[in-house]
């Protein structure tokens, strides 16, 4: 993997809608996340031509993509929000242009496709910390997201990772501006679920399950197989909220193809249980994240015994957010219980 450079302060970030165009839909949103951008970070927003534009077509954003990374005054980009459709346009992006000009990128959900796409051509990423989401945060952005962009953007060397104290899974309608002065509820965090007293170690691979399912479904290019042998694999579901055995059929489908027997360990983040078509109630949400759990832990374990693993991490959909590198060394250690990562 190549070496991200770090930014300073004043440095131009661009900021792109690879998949859906949220910021056209919610202005005052987008505006309170790149005001954040300013006044948190101290860094430039630019847009691009495709940053606001519903419906932009998957040739005007991948030109986007291209001249985002090739414009040497663009030192990161940062995704609006996520999306459902770099499957269709990510696979035909010109690979040289951006291991030529490696920077820091940083999305999740359907980023997955676009970041598993930089992995394939020496590219390390973050997976995590997108402008609607994370930086545009009601009230305020969380502390722990803010400290872990920090590391991403502009920090160095190895970093152990500690669960939050809390944690947040109930939202506020975008469409209500009012709710922007508002502060989410947040409930204790019980911490991380680990399986396993063995020690991993290796670089990071994998995103959002439903993008990974759709990677291997469409016969698309991911890792080798022998390249798995040098990885920790990282799983999180969607505010889809997939069934339990939704997720195990995918889980399944990495096992079939002999990546959970090769992997070096496996980190999966805490699912999002509320969504406001599925307002499910507390019970019902701590329901859903322990049947999850359980999934996981079985799918594995029929192809891989021994392997860490480490479940209700603060990466993917939850707030607040963990920054993990995505093709970064990460030492995964179920006797301390430690997860340390090198940003």
């Excluded at 190895?158 to 469409?175: A, H, R, T, Y």
């Amino acid at each position: 993997m190549k070496k991200l450079p770090k930014l300073q302060k004043g440095d131009k970030v661009a900021i792109l809608s690879p998949s859906f165009a949220a910021p056209g839909m919610f202005p005052e949103v987008f505006e309170l996340g790149l005001t954040r951008l300013r006044d948190v970070f101290e860094l430039e927003p630019v847009e691009f031509p495709t940053t606001r534009k519903l419906g932009a077509s998957k040739e005007e954003r991948a030109k986007d993509l291209i001249d985002a990374f090739s414009d040497p005054e663009i030192k990161a980009v940062i995704a609006t929000i996520g999306g459902d459709d770099q499957v269709t346009y990510i696979k035909n992006l010109p690979g040289d242009v951006f291991a030529n000009n490696p920077k820091p990128y940083f999305g999740y959900s359907d980023n997955t496709h676009f970041m598993n796409f930089l992995w394939l051509n020496g590219v390390p990423s973050f997976y995590g910390g997108s402008i609607m989401t994370q930086f545009a945060m009601q009230g305020e952005m969380d502390a722990y997201t803010v400290e872990h962009l920090k590391n991403a953007l502009f920090g160095g060397g190895e970093v152990e990772l500690k669960p939050s104290e809390m944690f947040n899974e109930v939202g506020l309608d975008w469409s209500d501006v009012d709710n922007l002065k508002k502060t989410r509820e947040l409930r204790e965090n019980a911490g991380w679920v680990w399986d396993g007293d063995g020690v991993g170690e290796g670089i990071t691979w994998g995103g959002c399950v439903e993008s990974i399912d759709e990677i291997m479904r469409h016969g698309l290019q991911m890792p080798t197989i022998d390249q798995f042998d040098d990885v920790v694999l990282l799983l999180e579901t969607s505010e889809e909220l997939p069934s339990a055995s939704y997720v195990a059929r995918v889980v399944r489908a990495l096992g079939e193809r002999g990546i959970l027997e090769r992997v070096k360990g496996v980190v999966v983040g805490r699912p999002k249980a509320w969504e406001f078509d599925k307002q499910n109630a507390p019970a019902e949400r701590e329901g859903y994240r322990e049947d999850q759990r359980a999934t996981i832990l079985k799918s594995v374990r029929a192809y891989n015994e021994s392997v860490p693993i480490v479940q209700n991490v603060e990466i993917g959909h939850t707030d607040p957010q963990c920054i993990m590198p995505y093709g970064g060394r990460i030492t995964v250690d179920g006797v301390k219980r430690s997860i340390v990562v090198e940003y």
